[in-house]
């Protein structure tokens, strides 16, 4: 399948946490097929041969050295691929002149970024590059951001097609979690916090819903910071921790679509935490919690075990409804670990699908919907385990 290129894929960062997953998801869900071709890569060939060795790769499964600190071996890896898959976080500290030489060089990217300041700077420094190249930049290919990317996309498509117009407003709410946080996910939200009080352009860049839609400033939208019993789903609700990146991402998509949401489209995530007393004492828990900003905690490398991640699971509801009284809701979900179990499935399918079923994808940074959408539904729901239902 490689276009003049010896890989289709190479996943970077292979030796880390979430990276190995991935190596090991490719093994296992991908081994007869032929069609395309991929490498491990990383700082370290012992790390490198070893995990592929734990993980039951073929013996013959190419391994790329190549170091962020290292701008020879970086371009020596891009040029041998099609598409970068990483995992090398926080992005902000590791992941710039990666994303850098991909626009320039006309090579695909997706990673796991939950940075929306270090986003937006990528989008002004490198969006123009990747246009010309041809090369499609794809942020936020895990749980952060692609149940709610493209569960916002589901539900309006449904929309078009039952009442001939999309919702301009949808909400997200997250039903039931289970998982656990990494290391790596922990230190990118420290690394975007410290980065934030240092700066105060880029504290208000972080506030900002709009942040990643340069140009384009739509509506108030939700606050979304405090708990509150929702009527309208007869639950107790509280801020959700990621809504602060899958909201951007969110209307980035709605951009990117020529405003298919409507240019007045609002959208708000928060978690639901159930009825009565014990929803509300949940919710005031749950928005008091500090424990991802402590130390102590797991540290880069570092997430739940094989059995944490198998027994974890997730369901999130897009409530979509319009002027004349007219909703839809859509349900994604899947019985596997949010952070790692899904996530690895999610970035492996993300990859897949640019380079064997969105060739006609222009060069840009894109998001999940506006690069993938349905091609992208199609595979999760095949091959990761994803399930989109209309309720």
Known sequence: MSKNKEFDIIVYGASGFTGRLVAEYLVKQYKDDSSFTWAMAGRSADKLAQVRDEIGAPKDT?????DAQDATSMQAMLDSTRLILTTVGPYQLYGSELVAMCAQSGVDYVDLCGEPVWMRHMIDANEAAAKASGARIVFSCGFDSIPFDLGVYRLQQLAK???GHTFNRVKGRVKKMQGTFSGGTAASLKATLAAAKQDPKQ???????????????GIEQPAGDKPYFEESLNTWVTPFIMAAINTRNVHRSNLLLSHQYGSDFVYDEMLMTGLGEKGEAIANAVASDKGMMKDGGPKPGEGPSKEERENGFYEV??????QEGQNLTVSVGATLDPGYGSTSRMITEAALCLIK????????????????GDKLIKRLVDNAGLTFKQL
Do not use: C, R, Y
């Open 161 to 163: 097609e039952k009442f």
């Open 357 to 372: 079923d969105a060739g006609d994808t222009p060069g840009g940074i894109l998001t999940p919907a506006s690069a993938m």
């Open 317 to 322: 509801l897009f409530v979509g409804n319009d």
């Open 203 to 217: 504290f208000q860049l972080l506030l900002n819903p709009f942040s990643l839609t340069p140009g384009f400033a």
């Open 62 to 66: 190419p391994l790329v050295v190549a």
